[in-house]
């Protein structure tokens, strides 16, 4: 197995397979080479290299765990010197524009399983990676013309072994669901941070006079810039339309407030906390 | 003392009076018989009364701590049996519109001091309260035109014995900073929530593909319904401000999205991260 990309993700997975017995020998690759040592030195990874010639020789599995924009280069840099029929699997917040991508790259006999746990922290990188990461988190496969009965088994197993729970559905649904439940959350945080960043009271800065709320409501927006960029470069019809339904939902609120509308309000502000219990697995 | 509104607030604020022994004896005042006698049963009041000439009598100190908009018809019905001289607080997240409410309905010798203990849980009630709930804690005191020097420092002694870190603003100052600190937050869970309620992909409930991220950026949205419509329709015109800069802010990086603006979108989320190192007084 060679893991391109020995972050959070793709060093997590590492340490998962290893442990389940699941793999021999676990190559790295990546540019970096500080978390290269790193990863050597958890002893996540047996091998580390910058060399894409390297990274591939041999590889039955390759994982694609780099930024989602980086994903097709590296896989162009692998292609050559990769087993006839090795399998492909990425760790992508986005499906569709990465299946896209990927396909035309692949060798006759390769096979593509996109995939997507859905897990994450705030840290980054191999120093990061924890085997526990996935146990009961949830991991979509979008299987796509490239993806062999075979493949998709293999995949599925591998990350039923981590503790995950795997789901199949198809990379549009997968892409409108995570824009809504993952994208639009961060550009929401995102917003709202950028809108305080400077934001001044009679000199006084207005997140000197935050409480738990407003670090909760912006915690994500301290997530990796580079990221985000790219989910919202890839992603863009699906988060544009939640964005839309975002900006509709605010909208109403102004409205409401405007004009004093207290029977809309009590019904926005109710409709509200019925979704943070359903979230809760309360009964709604 | 006489606490009107034995919940979270005014019953922590209670007991830390007690501990602190500012006060010899506490009259609570209330409408629902269930919260008054969970105050009584866990001693965080001496005397429970639903009648306003008992909850009046005697009482040198009143504070206020029902919903925004029940503060005036509360204390309207405290005034004629209230000590001539009595010193009368509050504990609302709005200022302005309070102190307009509150000041034509004092006594000739009775003073006013607002303040806000900048402090919340999502828990509610007297069950909840907690002596220690303001430790650390802002409390914003804003001095109106029937604010003695007198009522000021004994408002300021009761909130420092609490442990908070006490401080004077004028109300309009303090109404703009937490519109943006603290209810604008609030809105954009709300929306957000509100916006995902019914949000389904291929019968697929949005909800169930979020993680971590989007259970922070909604947590707000559990909060009481009643409390935020109040909040909503005394603070308005602060609160359309910092609405109006939210929209901004989401509108920017909409017609980023759309126009594939990809060093527009690095520098706002590079703006988002800056505003939570800032928050989390790491150097921005």
Same mark, same amino acid.
């Given at each position: @197995?060679?893991?391109? =990309?020995?972050?959070?993700? &793709?060093?997590?997975?590492?340490?998962?397979?290893? $442990?389940?017995?699941?793999?021999? %020998?676990?190559?790295?690759?990546?540019? *970096?080479?500080?978390?290269?040592?790193?990863?050597?030195?958890?002893?996540?990874?047996?091998? +580390?290299?910058?060399?894409?010639?390297?990274?591939?020789? *041999?590889?039955?599995?390759?994982?694609?765990?780099?930024?989602? #924009?980086?994903?097709?280069?590296?896989?162009?840099?692998?292609?050559?010197?990769?087993?006839?029929?090795?399998?492909?699997?990425? !760790? &992508?917040?986005?499906?569709?524009?990465?299946? /896209?991508?990927?396909?035309?790259?692949?060798?006759?006999? @390769?096979?593509?399983?996109?995939?997507?746990?859905? +897990?994450?922290?705030?840290?980054?990188?191999? =120093?990061?990676?924890?085997?526990?990461?996935?146990?009961?988190?949830? !991991?979509?496969?979008?299987?796509?013309?490239?993806?062999?009965?075979?493949?998709?088994?293999?995949?599925? #197993?591998?990350?039923?072994?981590? *503790?995950?729970?795997?789901?199949?559905?198809?990379?549009?649904?997968?892409?409108?669901?995570?824009?809504?439940?993952?994208?639009?959350?961060?550009?929401?945080?995102?917003?709202?941070?950028?809108?305080?960043?400077?934001?001044?009271?009679?000199?006084?800065?207005?997140?000197?006079?935050?409480? &738990?709320?407003? #670090?909760?409501?912006?915690?994500?927006?301290?997530?990796?810039a580079d990221?985000w960029v790219d989910?919202c470069?890839?992603? #863009?019809?699906?988060?544009?339309?939640?964005?839309?339904?975002?900006?509709?939902?605010?909208?109403?609120?102004?409205?409401?407030?405007? $004009? &004093?509308?207290?029977?809309?309000?009590?019904?926005?502000?109710?409709?509200?906390?019925?979704? %943070? $219990?359903?979230?809760?697995? /309360?009964? +709604?």
């Open positions: @197995m060679t893991i391109c =990309g020995v972050g959070l993700i &793709g060093g997590s997975l590492a340490m998962a397979a290893r $442990r389940e017995g699941l793999v021999e %020998r676990i190559v790295g690759f990546g540019r *970096g080479e500080a978390n290269l040592k790193v990863a050597i030195d958890r002893k996540i990874i047996d091998v +580390a290299t910058r060399d894409p010639a390297i990274a591939a020789h *041999g590889a039955d599995l390759v994982v694609l765990a780099t930024p989602i #924009r980086s994903l097709a280069p590296t896989l162009k840099a692998l292609v050559p010197n990769l087993p006839a029929n090795a399998v492909i699997t990425d !760790v &992508g917040s986005v499906k569709q524009s990465v299946i /896209e991508a990927l396909e035309p790259l692949l060798g006759p006999a @390769m096979a593509l399983v996109a995939a997507h746990p859905i +897990a994450g922290r705030e840290t980054t990188g191999a =120093g990061a990676a924890d085997a526990d990461l996935f146990v009961g988190a949830r !991991v979509i496969i979008t299987p796509s013309r490239r993806s062999t009965h075979l493949a998709i088994d293999a995949i599925e #197993r591998m990350w039923r072994a981590t *503790g995950a729970r795997v789901e199949q559905l198809p990379a549009d649904v997968h892409d409108a669901l995570l824009a809504r439940a993952s994208h639009l959350p961060q550009l929401c945080a995102t917003a709202l941070a950028a809108a305080l960043e400077d934001a001044t009271v009679d000199d006084r800065w207005v997140g000197d006079y935050g409480a &738990g709320g407003l #670090r909760d409501t912006t915690r994500l927006a301290a997530s990796s990221m989910i470069l890839t992603n #863009r019809a699906a988060i544009l339309d939640a964005l839309s339904s975002m900006n509709s939902s605010l909208g109403e609120l102004t409205r409401m407030i405007e $004009r &004093g509308d207290e029977a809309g309000l009590r019904k926005i502000f109710e409709r509200g906390a019925r979704m %943070r $219990r359903r979230l809760s697995g /309360e009964s +709604a």
